[in-house]
């Protein structure tokens, strides 16, 4: 599947962005999918994922309450609802779609398909 992340941007604290993926290629609906980051310096981090059906949703500690994972699968896209950001929040956001063979879904290894990247930056 080819992954195209978009909505990235400059937000203050406090603010607010969505970012989408779009997906084409193999069948986006039978995929679990998620959202991953990675900041200056660090490595990639999982930030939350969503079952194929939307059904089941799972989130880093440090965004849950905060950010809403989502997916229109008529459309194949995939959705990441960022509110109440934080200066932390800043990076580089990755969309990726798990591997049906894979295991852990917070991890990116199991992850076999991946988006550019689209950059968010939270002023202080």
């Known amino acids: 599947v080819q992954l195209q992340a978009s909505g990235g941007g400059l937000v203050q604290y406090g603010g607010s962005l969505r970012l989408s993926c779009a997906a084409s290629?193999?069948?986006?609906?039978?995929?679990?999918m998620g959202w991953f980051r990675q900041a200056p310096g660090k490595e990639r981090e999982f930030v939350a994922a969503?079952?194929?059906?939307?059904?089941?949703?799972y989130y880093a500690t440090s965004v849950k309450g905060r950010f809403r994972i989502s997916r229109d699968n008529a459309k194949n896209t995939l959705y990441l609802q960022m509110n109440s950001l934080k200066p932390e929040d800043t990076a580089v956001y990755y969309c990726?779609?798990?591997?049906?063979?894979?295991?852990?879904?917070?991890?990116?290894?199991?992850?076999?398909?991946w988006g550019q990247g689209t950059k968010v930056t939270v002023s202080s």
């Open positions: 969503i079952s194929w059906s939307g059904g089941s949703t």
């Open positions: 290629g193999r069948t986006f609906s039978s995929l679990v």
């Open positions: 990726a779609a798990h591997d049906p063979n894979g295991g852990s879904y917070y991890v990116p290894r199991e992850y076999d398909s």
